[in-house]
């Protein structure tokens, strides 16, 4: 049985999917992992990986580890991308210029939404 944790990952992962494929993916050359950190009702780690290289690759450009609620209040524009990740609430290893340029893309995405 799903917990609504993962109930919630499935629903905030497609949304996010549909938003940034329908948004500029030519601006982002790379792969980035995300890694998702579910606390309740036990503590366990879901990832995704998301591909916006003409050729996949083995290795991703980027890892991105999260917890689902910070996850779900930067998609409802309830806090900063750039405030979680200066907090600790989000830490990256690897490209971390892709993960910039994805956060600007999803801006821009937020604001279509919000007109």
Same mark, same amino acid.
């Given at each position: 049985p799903s917990s #609504?944790? /993962?109930n919630a990952l499935v629903t905030l992962r497609n949304e996010y999917a549909f938003k940034v494929l329908q948004a500029m993916r030519k601006d982002i050359n790379a792969s980035m992992e995300y890694i998702i950190v579910i606390k309740k009702p /036990? +503590? &366990?780690e879901i990832s995704w990986r998301v591909d916006f290289t003409p050729e996949? +690759?083995?290795k991703v450009d980027c890892k991105i580890r999260i917890d689902l609620e910070t996850m779900q /209040? $930067? #998609?409802q524009g309830k806090l900063d991308p750039q405030a979680?990740?200066?907090?600790? +609430? $989000? &830490?990256?290893e690897g490209n971390i210029t892709a993960a910039l340029a994805l956060t600007l893309i999803m801006d821009k995405v937020r604001k279509r939404f919000e007109t």
């Open positions: #609504s944790g /993962e /036990e +503590k &366990r996949p +690759k083995d /209040e $930067i #998609s979680a990740f200066l907090s600790g +609430k $989000i &830490r990256m």
